[in-house]
Structures are given as structure tokens and as C-alpha cells.
């Protein structure tokens, strides 16, 4: 459509510039269907449920659960299914919270466009457009579909949130001689999503809703979310602890029916060995944990839509950014003006702030960043120095304007300003110092030359030139042949510059160890200047055209080092982020644009602001509510701490069921009876989970915050096969002191006493030597909640082998002696695990 004149545009859609009649509007409304983009769809309550019962390690405590009550061990059955039910609950209230929270920030710039249909102007919904409609622009307007231009006046369009360049793009009704290449640079088409800045126009439409190039953007980014970082790693430590309970359990349970003659007592035992083994707390703990990082980040003013998104961020060790109204203002800003020499000149400002003021056509962003650059007002207009006697305006051939003013000795002064290579053409002096001369050749390159210094910095520049007219021609009217022999007095230049903190965030998420690239639609010119500006060092660039050209695997080594990723197209982000992805990395990508939207669903967390789009606002896992960059490095710090105290659980309660499961095991061998009633394992378990709930309380070393942590299954793998047999060591020593010491070879109660309390409290005080890589209660101290639990679980543990419920849980009152043998076992334990957590931290890492 953009290479046909108007005429047979119009003919194609079989309609005039009177517009569509109603029936016709009907019929291709049947056809088409309305003007809606796909959105992404809001989970349904019974689905968002479906979706946190369906992670695996709820569905294994369930599992389990089933086979306690099936069984007729109701207490195991209430046990378990608590820890399932407290866990799912608190995931489902904070999604939906946040969910709604994000839902009430999202508004459409505009729900309206002006249509002629009948040869009737009226305003009707968006979605109520169809193909071949003829609509109106004007300024403020929003793009309302994919159009064709048939009629401009002075049109300007801000592609930003379809390209990424700030400076918007004319528009004109002539056929275009472009050819099949990047849509969006097509000069007579505007977009779904644009919104027009300056001018008015007229349009038909051609394509609505998913036909849209908004469309096509919004259908690729909705569905279903990819897993993350944070989903595959507590994937993979759910199906690590299946792989234990495959092998252990079946162990136990031949082990003791073989042995005891008494195969259901033996599964019952075996099944409470499977519920030993699993970290019953790791839903609620992995919650409590995530929400106490989203209500932290609330109070930033962050909202955080998925709470997995927050552990995401602390994982993160490559953060892609869109340049446009993230780093960058996002908005024009006069940055210089300057005499012919290069150097700062108040006149140069003072002449352009004239011409702005004094033009009476629609300013663009360029007039109107002149006007708020400095308040000249006061000093040039009211004061009534000058009056506007006349007007040249512009048009795209010239691509300048001129205003002609009489000042207070009734001097006209004809002020031009535009394109360098246009203004510099049309004169033949220059002022230098105050002094006026003729243009000399040599000195002219110079100052070309110091105009492609600016461009090269990223500036639009833009020239100023003037000329005395005669006072006995003072009723003249001027026009374009005035604009000869004009005397260059300067350049404006022009720049999206960067947010004042971005520096500052740029740097605090350098020194916390996250590589920050850049990826644009604008050209890299721009971008290595605004990366220069904040102190971004630039290894190398990638261009999208050389994107094109290499297949993932190529793509993923050179994105590796490449900071600048220039000349964008929305799928080359998304190829950019899988790439980065598929090379190990933890990936946040942040952006703000409708082009930013498919690369924001693909990364392990989007981020955008609360000005973005609706699209880009929808894909994102974390919205921020303040333009303030340096909230992404607090939000990374609490991601870490979040995923800190996760991580700890699962290192204390893995490696702790290890080893004493492993004891289980060992002692199934030998002894004639069973090492620990059912009903014993199950309370041992459940106290020593209780005195964990504290743990999202409990502070993070600083050191453990410097750099992004990941799920290393590996290294949890082999944490628990150097930690968990240690405590082994000490419940096989208190086999030996119940069975020799206390002689409990027939006295099966006083040896389930005596290991439940070895073990409960070794367990218990061990949390603190494992939640530090510090040396425990001298160098590092666990926050108070989880101190008084640890206290609160010991007492309730040893109180119950002399409580009224003794009996019923099988516990007898254990020697006096007992305690004293206990308190140098867990001294050793505590030293011999210190020294081991030592060594492993140096010959491993943390």
C-alpha cells in the first residue's frame, strides 16, 4: 500500500473521503473483527490454585499424604497436609494481590479516534475501526490502527515504543519508494501504538487489531510464561529428593521387614522415613521468604507481579536494558548551543529561543525543548523588545523556517533555523566574536566538520543563521526568497539525555557483579554516546543486521562480550535474551516500549516502569512505580537475601534428613527392633521444620551479597554428602551410649528416647553453624525470631520424653548422666561440623 498514489489506495478499499457507509462498517466488522490487540490473559483463581499445587514437591507431599491417610496414620496425614495447605494459600494471596495491583496501574492513552463515515466526523471506541476506515490525526492523537496517510500537515509520529528512537519520524501522503525492508521506516504508514506529536493528517485504515504490527508483537508474548531460573532450580532439588527417598526408602523398608519379621510396621517406618526426607517447610519457607522480599520492595514503590521474579533478580548476572526512557530521559533536551568556533554562545540560545517563541505553526519537540531549556520569556517577549512582523514556515523540501522580528531600535532581524547542510548553504557570512565575515572555504569544512563531531556524539544539531533587512522595506512581505545571504551565527544541539541516577545504578550493579548491556532500536552513534555519559565502558557492538546474519550459536559467543546491541528489531531482543539464557546466564531484561515486550516475557525477569506501555507493563514480572534506577540494585540485594535464607533451608534441612536417614539406614542393619517409632519420626521432623519458620527473619552475610547467586544443584548435592554424614557420626555414638552405656538392647523406648533428643538438638543448633559461612555466634549471629524459636522447639522437644504425652508418643524419662554425655556430643558435633563447613567453603567456594 505505501508504493500506490492515494487515489488507488482508496480504490482498493472501495471507499472514498467521505468515508464508509454504516453497512458497510457491519459487514467488515463481521469480517475483520474488533480492533484488539491479544492481551495477556489474567489467570483465573481455580488456575493460578492449579498452578502452585502443581509444583512438584506438593504434588510429592500430597502424595504422601494420601498414602498416611490410606494407611490409617491420620496424624502423619494432618501433619503434612498443613505444611501443603499453609504454603499453596500464602502463594495464591500474594500472586493475586500483586496481580491486582499491577491491573490498576494499566491505561490506555487514548480509547477513542475520530473517523469520517458518511461524510459525518464522530468519535467512536478503538476497537470499532475497521479496515479502510478514513480517520483523522492530530496532536496528542494516538495511532489507532496500521494506516495508510492520505493528506499531512506538518506530521510528526513518535515511533519510540515500537523502534526506540526518541526523535519523532515526519509523515507524508506521497507514495513511498521504499523498498521491502524494515516496515516501521516506511514515511507515508503510521502504527498501532504510535502517537502523533506534532500536525494533523488524515488516514485510512488498513489493518486493525491482530493484523497490527502491535498485534503480531502482542500475540508472541502471550501464553504461557517460560520456566525460569527460579522454577528449574526447585525443580531440580524436588526431583534430587526423590532420587534420595528411590533409593533410601526401600532400603529401610527391606532392611526392616527382613529383619523384624513385621512388614507393615516396616512400612509405616519406611513411609515416615519418606516424609523425614522431604523438606515437608520448603513451599512455605520458599513463600514466606518471596513475600517478605515483595512487601520489602512495596515499601520502594516496586510492584512485584510473580514472586519467583525477586529470587530472579538476585540470580541475575546480565542485565539487558532498552536505552529509550530507561537509561534515557526518554524525551528531547537542548544540550548545546554554540558559536561557528564550537564554543557556548548566549546569542545563538537567544536567537533560537525567538524563533521557537515567535513561530505560530505547531511546535515540535525540538521548539519545545528550546523554550523550556532557560526562561527567556520574561527578558525577550514581555519586556516587548520584540514583535513578530512575519513568518516563513516550514516545509519538508526546505526542511527549515525563518520568523522575521522588528526589535526596540525597528531593526528587522530574519531568524532561520534548520538542517546543518540546508542553513549553511544559504549563507555567505559568519559571525565570529561579534564580528561579521565573508565564508571562506577552509573554515567552512572546519565547522562541518565540528557537526559531524557532534552527530558522531549522538547530538541532532541543528543551525541558526540570520539577516538585517533594510528599515525602508519595513512593508515588505517576506517569503522564501528573503532566505539568501544569511549570516550563520551557530548550532542547538540536541539529545535524549540520560536520567541523573542511571550512572550511579549503572555502577552500584557493576560492583554487585551484573554485566549491564544495551539493547536499542536507535542507531549505536547514540548509544555509545549515552553509554559514555554514564560511564558504561563499551566492549563491542552488535548491529541487527549482523544478527540476521549468524545462526544461536554464534549469536550467544559474540553476545557474550558485545555491551551494545544497536539497530533492533523486537525479535532480534528475544533472540539476544535466549541467547544469553542458553549460554548459563541469569538474564533481567528492562524496557518500557511495545518493541521491548516479547524480549520482557522471555527474560528469567522483565522489568519495566509504571509510564511504559500497557503491552510492556503486562509482560513484566516487576513494575516500578518510581523512575528511580537505583531501586533495580536494592531490588537485587533483596533478591539475593531472599534466595540467601531459601538456600539455607534447603542446605539445613537436606543435608540434616540426609544424615539421619542415613543413620536409619544403618541402624535398620543391627538392631532388633525399629531405630525410631513412626509417630517419632514424624514429630522429630515436624519440631525441627518449626524451628526453621524463623528463617526468612534472619540476615544475609554480606560478603554472600556481593555477587548473583544460581541454583548449583551440584553444589547443594554435594553439600549434603559432606554435611548430613557428620551428624551420623553422633547419632551412631548415640547408639552406642544408649546401647552399651545405658545397656537399651531391651529397653526399646529409652533408646528411641535418648536419639530423639540427640537428634532433635543437634538438628536445632546446627542451623546456626549452617546459616553463616562465618564462624556461628562470634562473627555472625542469627536474627532474634530464629534464636527464640531454636530455644522454643529444644525446650518443647525435651519437655515432651517427661510430658503427659510421653506415653503416648513412647518416651521414657532418660538418666541424669544422659545430659552430660549430650552436651559434649553437641559441642563436638558443633566444632567437628564448623572445621568440615570450613574446608568445604575454600576447596569449593560458597
Known amino acids: 500500500m505505501s508504493a500506490l498514489e ?49 509444583n512438584p514437591l506438593v504434588l510429592l507431599l500430597m502424595g504422601l499424604a494420601a498414602i498416611s491417610y490410606f494407611t490409617g496414620d491420620i496424624r502423619a ?65 494516538m495511532v489507532p490502527a496500521d494506516v495508510r496517510m492520505l493528506s499531512t500537515k506538518d506530521l510528526f509520529v513518535n515511533q519510540s515504543s515500537l523502534t526506540g528512537e526518541s526523535v519523532p519520524v515526519e509523515k507524508f501522503s506521497v507514495k513511498s519508494e521504499a523498498g521491502a525492508g524494515n516496515p516501521l521506516e516506511l514515511s507515508n504508514i503510521g502504527f498501532l501504538g504510535s502517537d502523533v ?126 536505552k529509550t ?26 536567537y533560537g529561543y525567538i524563533n ?19 526562561d527567556l520569556q520574561e527578558q525577550i517577549v514581555l519586556k516587548g523588545d520584540y514583535q ?62 565540528l557537526v559531524q563531531d557532534l552527530n558522531a556524539q549522538g547530538f541532532r544539531v541543528i543551525a541558526i543563521a540570520y539577516k538585517m533587512v533594510e528599515k525602508e522595506v519595513h512593508d515588505k512581505i517576506y517569503s522564501v526568497k528573503d532566505e539568501t545571504d544569511l549570516t550563520l551565527l551557530g548550532f542547538l544541539a540536541f539529545l535524549d539525555p540520560p536520567k541523573q541516577d542511571a550512572a550511579k545504578a549503572l555502577s552500584l550493579l557493576e560492583a554487585n557483579n551484573i554485566k549491564v548491556k544495551i539493547l536499542t532500536g536507535d542507531n549505536d552513534t547514540v548509544t555509545i554516546s549515552i553509554c559514555h555519559q554514564v560511564n558504561l565502558p563499551v566492549e563491542s557492538i552488535l548491529l541487527g543486521s549482523e544478527i540476521d546474519e549468524i545462526d544461536d550459536k554464534t549469536l550467544a559467543a559474540r553476545a557474550e562480550n558485545a555491551t551494545i546491541f544497536a539497530k533492533l528489531s523486537p525479535n532480534h531482543k528475544q533472540r539476544i535474551i535466549r ?84 543413620s536409619v539406614l544403618g541402624g535398620s542393619i543391627f538392631l532388633p527392633f525399629l531405630p525410631m517409632l513412626p509417630i517419632q519420626v514424624l514429630t522429630n521432623n515436624l519440631l525441627y521444620d518449626f524451628s526453621q519458620t524463623a528463617i526468612p527473619t534472619d540476615e544475609v552475610d554480606k560478603e554472600w551479597l556481593a555477587r548473583p547467586r544460581k541454583w548449583t544443584i551440584g553444589e547443594i548435592r554435594r553439600f549434603i554428602f559432606f554435611i548430613g554424614p557428620i551428624s551420623s557420626i553422633f547419632d551412631y555414638l548415640t547408639f552406642f551410649l544408649m546401647l552399651y552405656v545405658f545397656n537399651a538392647w531391651n529397653n526399646p523406648a529409652l533408646f528411641h528416647t535418648g536419639w530423639f533428643v540427640e537428634s532433635l538438638v543437634s538438628q536445632t543448633l546446627i542451623i546456626h553453624v549452617i546459616r553463616t559461612n562465618r564462624i556461628p555466634f562470634i562473627q555472625s549471629r542469627a536474627s532474634w525470631p530464629l534464636i527464640i524459636t531454636s530455644i522454643i522447639i529444644l525446650g518443647i522437644g525435651i519437655g515432651l520424653t517427661f510430658s503427659p504425652l510421653a506415653g503416648a508418643l513412647g518416651f521414657v524419662a532418660l538418666p541424669s548422666t544422659y545430659w552430660l554425655y549430650l552436651a559434649g556430643m553437641i559441642v563436638a558435633y558443633i566444632l567437628l561440623t564448623q572445621v568440615i563447613k570450613t574446608w568445604f567453603f575454600q576447596r569449593f567456594g560458597d
Open 579 to 662: 541467547a544469553l539464557q542458553q549460554d548459563g546466564h541469569v538474564v533481567g531484561f528492562m524496557g518500557d516500549g511495545i518493541n521491548d515486550a516479547p524480549a520482557l516475557k522471555a527474560a528469567d525477569v522483565g522489568i519495566s516502569v509504571d509510564t511504559a506501555v500497557d503491552i510492556a507493563k503486562e509482560s513484566s514480572d516487576i513494575i516500578l512505580l518510581e523512575t528511580s534506577l537505583l531501586v533495580l540494585e536494592e531490588g537485587v540485594l533483596e533478591g539475593r537475601r531472599v534466595f540467601g535464607n531459601i538456600i539455607k533451608y534447603i542446605k539445613m534441612a537436606a543435608s540434616s534428613n540426609f544424615g539421619n536417614m542415613f
Open 356 to 374: 521557537s517563541y515567535f513561530q505560530t505553526g505547531l511546535k515540535n519537540l525540538l521548539d519545545v525543548a528550546v523554550l523550556n531549556h532557560v
Open 325 to 350: 526512557g530507561t537509561i534515557t530521559q526518554g524525551k528531547i533536551v537542548l544540550e548545546k548551543h554554540l558559536d561557528v568556533r564550537g564554543n557556548p554562545s548566549a546569542k545563538v540560545l537567544h
Open 388 to 449: 513578530l512582523l512575519d513568518e516563513i514556515p516550514f516545509d519538508f523540501s526546505r526542511r527549515r523556517m525563518s520568523v522575521v522580528v522588528e526589535d526596540h531600535e525597528d531593526d528587522h532581524i530574519l531568524i532561520c533555523k534548520g538542517a546543518v547542510e540546508e542553513i549553511m548553504g544559504l549563507c555567505s557570512h559568519v559571525e565570529m566574536d561579534g564580528e561579521v565575515l565573508e565564508v571562506l572555504p577552509e573554515y567552512d569544512l572546519k565547522r562541518r566538520k
Open 77 to 141: 496425614t494432618l501433619v503434612i497436609s498443613s505444611m501443603v495447605i499453609l504454603g499453596v494459600v500464602l502463594q495464591f494471596v500474594q500472586e493475586s494481590r500483586a496481580d491486582n495491583a499491577a491491573e490498576q496501574l494499566q491505561a490506555m492513552v487514548s480509547t477513542t479516534a475520530t473517523v469520517i463515515r458518511d461524510n459525518k466526523r464522530q468519535e467512536i471506541p478503538l476497537k470499532e475501526l475497521v479496515p479502510g476506515d478514513i480517520v483523522t490525526l492530530a496532536a496528542g492523537d
Open 197 to 322: 506529536e506534532s500536525g494533523s493528517g488524515t488516514a485510512i485504515v488498513l489493518f486493525t487489531g491482530r493484523n497490527t504490527y502491535f498485534g503480531s508483537l502482542a500475540s508472541s508474548i502471550t501464553g504461557e510464561r517460560e520456566i525460569t531460573s527460579f522454577d528449574k532450580g526447585i525443580n531440580q532439588f524436588t526431583w534430587l529428593m526423590i532420587q534420595f527417598m528411590i533409593v533410601m526408602v526401600p532400603l529401610v523398608f527391606l532392611f526392616n521387614g527382613l529383619s523384624k519379621g513385621n512388614w507393615m510396621e516396616a512400612f509405616l517406618f519406611a513411609l515416615a522415613v519418606a516424609v523425614g526426607l522431604t523438606p515437608e517447610m520448603l513451599p512455605m519457607i520458599v513463600t514466606v521468604n518471596l513475600s517478605k522480599g515483595a512487601l520489602a520492595m512495596s515499601k520502594k514503590k516496586v510492584i512485584v507481579k510473580r514472586l519467583n521474579a525477586i529470587q530472579n533478580f538476585g540470580a541475575m548476572d546480565t542485565l539487558c536494558t532498552d
Open 6 to 54: 492515494t487515489n488507488s489506495v482508496l480504490e482498493k478499499f472501495n471507499v472514498t473521503l467521505a468515508g464508509l457507509p454504516e453497512e458497510q462498517v457491519e459487514i467488515r466488522g463481521k469480517e475483520f473483527g474488533p480492533n484488539e490487540v491479544a492481551k495477556e490473559k489474567k489467570k483465573k483463581p481455580l488456575m493460578r490454585l492449579w498452578s502452585n499445587i502443581k
